[in-house]
């Protein structure tokens, strides 16, 4: 990649139309977030070379934080330098609260990893199914347990949705029981306000503690929100003890100050303007809709991910192939969770793609695929 990952994106030297990755908002290329970073690396530097606990709040560090805590209605927020780190994170901060832990068998790598590290006892159930949920939780929890659910939002291949509502349902009857959410792929896209999937099922309560009690969230800033590292946000007691469960805080370094200012700028850009996300919810029905009329089964959420199976690996190889020959760039995922052993053709629609472009997609399946 050559460019800015957006609407059009360079790929070994050819301008395509690009279907692929996670800039859903298509903020990574928006020129006032570039140049906020641009600004910030003249101001501050590459990098702080310090923790947060050292000298490494930055104020763009700062504003992220004030930002990210203000578009998710929490008191606080709490960035760090990696998404992928923010499952471990919360596991730690949460340790004291739950016994046993269970996690939906095909989330993301980031938290089967923080799973698998955590030394209570974990168990996997079935991919987005509450009832299978419920069983374990019956036959693995003792009495008096309280369980943590471990799960994405929504999910980065497949884009399905977590069925978070059901799985509050399911914890009724446990009821010192956590929900931990990773919401790498739907915050910024989900719900009214863009803040995810606890908010696409009406289960974020607005204020100071959203997201605190039973209901958690960790996610990232790397994909709709157009920055980079994680994020995490809830209330200041919480996010104290985030800070000394694990040492993100005191010892690791501060999220560079050039993508904590990119990060900032974004979020005061979707919060500015709600058009933004109304255009992603456009482009997704345009698309789902074009491919349904192709004979496509396709489901009909929000969520801008949309995974094809069309024949076997040779075949969908073949289809990304002639379709980057027409300069429109898809992604073969050979293999990820829950594919299957053929992988899948995975599509990714963005605000900022103009309905001939995705009419143009469209086209190039038809006679192709
Ligand atoms: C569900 C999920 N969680 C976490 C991550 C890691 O985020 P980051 O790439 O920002 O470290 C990803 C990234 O692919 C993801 O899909």
Redesign the pocket.
Known sequence: MQSPPGAYTVIDGRRCLYFVG?GYLGLQGHPEVIRAACEAVQKYGVHSATTRAGLGNSPPVLEAERRAAEFFGTQCAFCFA??????GIMLAALNDAFDVLFVDEL??Y??LEAAASTELPGHRFRHRDAGDLAEKLKRRLPPGGRPLVLS?G???ARGSIAPLDEYVQVLQDYPEGVVLV?D??AVGVLGTGGRGTWEYFGLAKEGLNAFGGRHFLTA????ALGG???VIPASEAFLDRVKSASHWYDGASAPPAPVAAAAAKALELIQADPGLRERLGTNVQRLKTGLRQLGFAVDDTPVPIICLTIGDAVNMRRIQRELFEREIAVAYLAAYAGLGSEGALRLAVFATHTPEMIDALLDALQRIA
């Open positions: 996670t990696s998404g992928y780190a923010g499952n989330s993301h980031s938290a994405d929504v999910f980065a990773d790498a792929h990232t800033m790397s994909k980079y590292g994680g």
